[in-house]
């Protein structure tokens, strides 16, 4: 696992992170509408956005005054593919039981 995969996991081990990765899934949203509705506050927020950018998660964008915040196509790949290989190893071992169960019955 590289570092980057590493941090992700770590990010996504908060239950409000994974709740503003769900929010930032049909777009960009400044700090307020992420935080509107959370049981948390504004700040703590930011604080968890910085976590999420820093696992390349998210990125920030400037709109004037105004942060926005947006999935990481690259960062989300990256995990993608990392949890994918835990996918395909589960399949080539039940593949192997497969053919072994198929060897002793047959």
Not at 71 to 93: H, K, N, Q, T
């Amino acid at each position: 696992m590289g570092a980057n995969e590493g941090l992700a996991l770590d990010a996504l081990g908060e239950p409000t992170r994974r709740i503003i990765l769900e929010r930032l899934r049909h777009g960009a949203l400044s700090v307020g509408a992420i935080a509107d509705g959370l049981p948390v506050s504004r700040p703590a927020v930011s604080q968890h956005l910085r976590v999420l950018r820093e696992a390349r998660l998210v990125t920030e964008n400037r709109q004037g005054t105004r942060r926005m915040y947006r999935l990481e196509p690259e960062g989300l790949s990256a995990l993608r593919i990392y949890l994918e290989g835990f996918w395909w190893d589960a399949l080539a071992a039940l593949e192997q039981v497969a053919e072994t169960a198929e060897r002793s019955n047959g």
